[in-house]
């Protein structure tokens, strides 16, 4: 009887797998059928233009972003951008069918997936041109090889999809954002950009200036999307619950809940006015966007108290860490490039560790108000 019980509970995971696979070999056809007639004859480079790499980029980034939302269709939630937590199956908005919020939170995800894809490809057939300096790939190999990437993508973005959750989209956000500003650094025309700031990434007309500026848009975008579940005051605090510090408790998580979608729009407005295009909007949202953060981490407690004490301690840690480096600029101890890269990166942290601990918060049983005769019956 007990193998019959872990087989059970194993069957959707099984099942997800199989689905996963057919979408891996729809993908691999697909990508074969198209790369034949296209490399007939030829040696490709390994990357640059016209190459292995960029095929296998642009090909993945669109079979990531197909695969993603096929995934959200094949668990039967239709375009909903992860799986709704139980509590809230049968209310609101998630229990009929998906609002417009939902479809867009989805494009917006399958289209980072899909960006993850496209920098990822390129930077490792980077990697493997310097490793095989000028190698090239038969036309046969060459489309065998581009259609198992795009296999091993589709594979990999629809399991991903089946799963989804605002946990786990907290790892999707931080390596999104990490392959991103990677692939701008990596392919920056001028070597010493750092001498500036980290805004020079941003301000060429070069593929590193869009990786960059694309790469907080979207980024950007996603933290605007996912503010309204990790604040969802419905999952966070039971609606019956009228007692005081439950109302201060949704109070609260609104106020986060603004605070998060202006830093999503804060950030995205970095990456739209690049420093060479107006400075004025682009400080403005740098800035802004580390000015809201500082009011986040104080009004966390009170929109989140059953989070651990460490998470609280950590938000002052990193806010304190911003205030020093800050310091440390304005005294000319540290460049600004240094600085902004700094209070990015612990910006970035604290927001992915809240919305692990938001998810965690949400997953977890919720202790529903106590009424009526219930209330008075002892224990025992």
Avoid: K
Avoid at 177 to 205: N, R
Avoid at 270 to 296: E, K, Y
Avoid at 363 to 369: K, M, N, S, T, V
């Amino acid at each position: 009887m007990a193998s019959t019980g872990v087989g059970t509970r194993r069957a959707p995971l099984l099942s997800a797998e199989g689905a996963a696979i057919v979408a891996g070999g729809g993908a691999f056809v697909l990508a074969l059928v198209v790369a034949l007639p296209l490399f007939w004859g030829a040696s490709l480079a390994i990357a640059g233009p016209d190459s292995l790499g960029q095929f296998v980029a642009i090909a993945a980034g669109v079979i990531a972003a197909l695969a993603y939302v096929a995934g959200r269709l094949w668990t039967r939630e239709g375009p909903r951008p992860f799986r709704a937590p139980a509590a809230a199956s049968t209310e609101g908005d998630r229990a009929g069918r998906a609002t417009a919020a939902d479809v867009f939170d989805t494009i917006v995800i399958a289209l980072a997936h899909g960006v993850i894809a496209l920098l990822g490809w390129l930077a490792l057939s980077a990697v493997l041109d310097n490793g095989f300096q000028d190698a090239t790939v038969y036309f046969l190999s060459a489309a065998a090889l581009a259609a198992v990437a795009c296999a091993g993508t589709a594979y990999i973005v629809f399991l991903s999809s089946v799963q989804m959750d605002l946990m786990r989209l907290s790892t999707v956000l931080a390596v999104f954002v990490i392959v991103g500003i990677l692939t701008a650094m990596l392919s920056a025309p001028d070597p010493h950009w750092w001498m500036l700031h980290l805004s020079a990434l941003g301000m060429s007309s070069s593929v590193s200036s869009l990786s960059f500026n694309l790469t907080l848009i979207i980024a950007g975008v996603i933290v605007t999307a996912l503010a309204r579940y990790a604040t969802d005051t419905r999952e966070l605090v039971a609606p019956a619950d009228d007692r005081p510090e439950a109302r201060r408790s949704r109070a609260a998580l609104i106020r986060v809940r603004v605070a998060l979608i202006l830093i999503g729009v804060l950030l995205a407005g970095v990456g739209l006015f690049p420093l060479n295009v107006s400075a004025v909007l682009h400080n403005v949202s740098a800035v802004g966007m580390v000015l809201t953060f500082s009011l986040v981490v104080f009004w966390v407690r009170a929109a989140l108290p059953q989070a651990p004490a460490s998470f609280f301690v950590l938000g002052y840690v990193f806010f304190a860490t911003i205030v020093v480096m800050l310091l440390f600029y304005v005294v000319g101890y540290y460049v600004l490039t240094a600085t902004e890269l700094v209070a990015g990166v612990v910006v970035f942290s604290w927001l992915i560790v809240y919305l692990r601990v938001s998810g965690a918060a949400t997953g977890a049983p919720r202790a529903e108000p106590v009424t009526g005769a219930g209330a008075a019956t002892p224990a025992g």
